[in-house]
């Protein structure tokens, strides 16, 4: 009983630590950086990638101890593990409703198992910095792209190949907008003057737009967090790729922004977009996309 109730302590501290870390960050300034160590971590929900982040900012890479065995590295001795929410899942069983609930029958119940999450517990991960051994089998990320002309154009045109495929792509002339999504038609448009790491911002930032409004399609959100959900989203996946728009995104995120709480609320939205969209870049057959596959811990 002792034991429960000191994880029950821990767990109750880090929840208080992530309200806190996200009070924190009072400025667009403090976001987009917070932002930048997020497309670190897109696979953690928010919640663990700030308790990372408050933890140890330095961190680019982290797993568990055996999952660094697994990689052949080592924890080295005396590191100090961070510490994460770990779900704890449970199996329920419920038995399957006939097609035609009208008609009984003399047959055996069908039962269906499922997996719930029944609480968490509070898990160790370590970074690879407290870390040795072999490279081998660690994934390689996209860096350095930023600053050429034809490798900017490259990614831009992989982008907008596989975002048409959920999405009609308009290039648009003489608009003041450098993008937009219709909410009604799907069709996104970009504006075609626009230099690529631009083009790439923005069509990423319309693409957020449409997978946000999928999964939130009645809410109470305004205009405003929408915006910033967007920006944030297109500032996360840009730095995924290597690519840094904070001199844009800074700007946009604080003409949005009315109150820092809006962060608090959209932060589990920006985690849960921005995860979509980088995965989806990863499985697409491109394989400049495919090397942004990881898995975690």
Known sequence: MEKMNKNQEKIKAALERIDTGLATINTDEDWCKYLAF??????????????IYLQNPEASYVKGFKAWNQLGRYVKKGSKGLAILAPCFRKTETFKEPDNKSHYQDAEGEKVTKREIGGFRIAYVYDIADTDGSDEHLPVLVKGLSGNDA?????????????????????????????????????????????????????????????????????????????????????????????????????????????????????????????????????????????????EA
């Open 38 to 51: 997020q497309s670190l971590f897109y696979t953690y929900s928010a919640g663990n990638a700030m308790l």
């Open 151 to 295: 490798e900017l154009k490259a990614i831009y045109e992989k982008l907008h190949t596989i975002i048409s495929l959920d999405h009609h792509i308009e290039d648009v002339h003489g608009t003041a907008s450098k993008g937009s999504y219709n909410l009604d038609t799907g069709v996104i448009c970009i504006r075609s003057d626009l230099e690529y790491l631009q083009k790439i911002k923005t069509i990423l930032h319309e693409y957020a737009h449409s997978i946000d409004f999928t999964l939130h399609p009645k809410t109470d959100m305004g205009r405003n967090q929408r915006e910033l959900v967007a920006e944030s989203v297109a500032f996360v996946v840009s730095m995924r790729l290597g690519l840094d728009t904070s001199a844009y995104s800074m700007g946009y995120i604080n003409s949005w922004l009315k109150d820092k709480d809006e962060l608090k609320i959209i932060a589990n939205t920006v985690q849960k977009v921005s995860y979509s969209i980088i995965n989806k870049l990863a499985e697409s057959s491109d394989s400049a996309f495919s090397i942004l596959t990881e898995e």
